[in-house]
């Protein structure tokens, strides 16, 4: 459990951590921003199309009617230079064939509305009178061709709009009006219409100024007034100037509506396109866009975890130092580092840190090796040094020896001559002590008046007792302390190893014998104890 806590609290992984949001949200706002602009683009572009199409649309339906209109006026003004005559037109329509290709029917009234003539059946004559239709009246009034609002045929039931012609005779009077009856449900005029629109998803309308339906794919919606108030698509097109709008619900369902008023006609044509489907291909691009967002994140925390640990290397490089260092594998100088950057500045710090460290605690060791007032070494030095020196003896083969040493009546220095005196006398034997041994035999002071000295690498016994004589011979010359010349001597117990290995204790006890021996025999001498043998030599005095 621990590595895994320790993985999540890494910096590399805080960092990888931070890299990687970064990036998600550089690569979501970048991401959301253009989504944003590529949709408001795709919206004006949709919005274009779909206009584009209502133009179309709209030109077929005008042109379609304006056709019709011109064939119905072609017909009133049959045959050149003679005057209509009511009388003949069932057998003029019957005879302009063409007409029917155009026109659901062609049907022909007196000015008192009575149907005089029908293409399609001629029984009907004088079966119907529409002298109460207002498209009837507009045409005798205004004795120009109308466009009839929508209604259902009393002839055949089938939706139509009529069209109309005033039938002039040569005085131009109005002798009649000639209706041509456009089918809406028919083929040629309303599949045309659904066919610009199938399969994308929306539908083409037609609406009368009125709100009457003329054309709807919902066929049950024709002759009936679309749904009016605000927000109704109806509403919203005979409210407002030819364009656009993506406001609208259609049927619960958001839409794009797009609509154009035709010139020919009091109608406006519209398409409703849903934008669902009109964003369909936005979608595909937001969902491969979030892909693609999910994949530069992944990238970029790879990428940011390779960084990092990358980068992170002389920070482990300088983990490891401290390791080696602190376990004693790697001297501090793999501290002193070349480089620029803050690892290697930081590596250098350290090292410079452990110098001073390393000097500080040398001194410190020094300081409490040493005996502060003459330089030697003290006891603590010599407790822990000594133990070794026999263990080193004992596997070179050879013996120790060590000698107690303890100036005479240092007592009365210090009383006739005062301390300072004494502190002379005491810097003075430790001086003249290391003068007179080997660079290999170590000096130390124990307390007060009382030295030691360990010889190590010692051939014989015969050499010892020539130690002994040499150091009181050393002292032989007075000292110079407190402003005159004082007779110093010594006495020196010496402890010699007969068989290693041997505890330190039983040897500073027969140096200790030694030296009580020489006191007991009056100072100012030596003696040899050799370890285990029980035996005092001869005390030898100065
Ligand atoms: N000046 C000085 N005196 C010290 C120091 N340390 C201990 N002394 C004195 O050294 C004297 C040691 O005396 P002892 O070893 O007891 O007796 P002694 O006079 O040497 O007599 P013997 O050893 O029997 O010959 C004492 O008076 C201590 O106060 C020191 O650092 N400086």
Redesign the pocket.
């Known amino acids: 459990m621990r590595p895994v806590v320790h993985f999540f609290l890494s910096f590399k992984f805080k960092i990888t951590m931070l890299v990687t949001a970064m990036v998600l949200f550089a690569a979501l706002g970048a991401g959301g921003v253009s989504l944003l602009i590529a949709e408001s683009a795709m919206r004006q572009s949709i919005a274009q199309q779909e206009q584009a199409l209502l133009a179309t649309a709209a030109a077929y339906v005008e042109r379609d009617i304006v056709a019709k209109r011109q064939m119905l006026k072609a017909f009133t003004e049959q045959p050149s230079g003679a005057e209509p005559a009511l009388g003949d037109m069932q057998a003029l329509l019957e005879a302009h064939s063409s007409l029917r290709d155009e026109f659901f029917n062609v049907t022909v009234f007196d000015t008192q509305g009575n149907l005089v003539a029908s293409l399609v059946d001629r029984r009907a004559r004088g079966t119907l009178n529409v002298a109460a239709r207002q498209y009837f009246r507009d045409t005798l009034r205004t004795r120009e061709g109308v466009t009839s609002a929508p209604f259902r045929s009393v002839l055949t039931g089938k939706p139509i709009v009529a069209l109309t012609q005033p039938l002039l005779n040569s005085k131009g009077e109005i002798i009649g009006v000639v209706q041509g009856s456009i089918e809406l449900l028919r083929p040629s005029f309303s599949a045309r219409l659904d066919s610009l629109r199938s399969g994308t998803g929306g539908y083409l309308f037609i609406v009368t100024g009125d709100g009457v339906f003329v054309h709807h794919p919902n066929k049950a919606l024709l002759l009936n007034h679309g749904d009016a108030g605000d927000g109704s698509l109806v509403d919203a097109v005979l409210g407002s100037a030819d364009g656009w709008t993506d406001e609208l619900l259609d049927e619960g369902v958001p839409t794009l509506l797009a609509h154009q008023r035709l010139r020919e006609v009091d109608w406006v044509i519209a398409v409703s396109y849903p934008i669902q489907s009109a964003f369909a291909p936005m979608a595909s691009v937001r969902t491969r866009a979030l892909v693609a967002v999910a994949v530069v994140t992944l990238l970029a925390g790879l990428f940011g975890w390779l960084l990092v640990k990358l980068m992170l290397r002389p920070l482990l490089r300088l983990h490891r130092h401290v390791v080696d260092i602190d376990t004693g594998l790697a001297p501090i100088s793999v501290f002193d580092v070349q480089g620029r950057d803050e690892f290697a500045q930081l590596s250098r710090a350290f090292f410079s840190l452990s110098r001073r460290r390393e000097r500080a605690e040398k001194d410190l060791q020094r300081l409490a090796t040493t005996d502060a007032?003459t330089g030697i070494h003290n006891r603590r030095m010599f407790d822990d040094y000594f133990p070794l020196a026999l263990a080193r003896a004992q596997r070179a083969g050879q013996q120790v020896g060590l000698a107690f040493l303890?100036?005479?009546?240092?007592?009365?220095i210090?009383d006739q001559h005062g301390?300072a005196a004494?502190?002379a006398v005491?810097v003075e034997f430790a001086r003249r002590l290391s003068d007179a041994v080997r660079c290999t035999d170590t000096v130390a002071r124990l307390a007060?008046?009382e030295f030691v000295i360990i010889f190590e690498q010692l051939p014989g016994g015969a050499e010892v007792s020539l130690l002994g004589a040499k150091i009181i011979e050393a002292m032989r010359a007075p000292f110079a302390a407190g402003g005159q010349l004082l007779p110093v001597s010594a006495s020196v117990g010496i402890a010699l190893t007969t068989e290693l290995p041997v505890a330190a204790d039983l040897v500073m006890r027969a140096a200790d014998q030694a030296l009580y021996g020489v006191?007991a025999a009056g100072?100012n001498g030596y003696a040899v104890n050799y370890v285990g043998a029980e035996r005092v030599l001869r005390v030898r005095g100065a």
Do not use: M, Y
Request: proline content about 0%; hydrophobic content about 25%.
């Open positions: 007032l303890d100036i005479d009546h240092f007592k009365s210090n301390h004494g502190d005491l007060g008046d006191k100072r």
